[in-house]
Nanobody, 127 residues
Framework: QVQLVESGGTLVQAGGSLSLSCAASGRTFDVYFMGWFRQAPGERREFVAAIERSGITRTYADSVKGRFTISRDDAWNTVYLQMNSLKPEDTAVYYC????????????????????WGQGTQVTVSS
């Protein structure tokens, strides 16, 4: 089992920045990659970014490229999402997820390739 706890969500003005954290515990040594997803009211959950254990390979949704950065600590216990130039359309509940399978990076954007999920943290961007 892997437990994931997100934090850092809050209300921020458009153009501002915010950093989210995802604290992982349990079988983190078995986790190959971790990702961030988000879900706005009435919308489907969508992929935001993902990072594999070494930290070398990272992928991003087109909607956040150049604005968001995913990173991880050396112990592979915490994954971060630095969000800059925030827009009202970034408003959503942000979820952290972990995968125990070594899927190739093209699959990291698919939610059914993740085994564990956090409870989410609300990010609201005001215009």
């Amino acid at each position: 089992q892997v437990q994931l706890v997100e934090s850092g969500g809050t209300l921020v003005q458009a153009g501002g920045s915010l950093s989210l954290s995802c604290a992982a515990s349990g079988r983190t040594f078995d986790v190959y990659f971790m990702g961030w997803f988000r879900q706005a009211p009435g919308e489907r959950r969508e992929f935001v970014a993902a990072i594999e254990r070494s930290g070398i390979t990272r992928t991003y949704a087109d909607s956040v490229k150049g604005r968001f950065t995913i990173s991880r600590d050396d112990a592979w216990n915490t994954v971060y999402l630095q969000m800059n130039s925030l827009k009202p359309e970034d408003t959503a509940v942000y979820y952290c997820a972990a995968s125990l399978t070594n899927w190739l990076s093209p699959y990291w954007g698919e939610s059914d390739h993740y085994d564990f999920w956090g409870q989410g943290t609300q990010v609201t961007v005001s215009s």
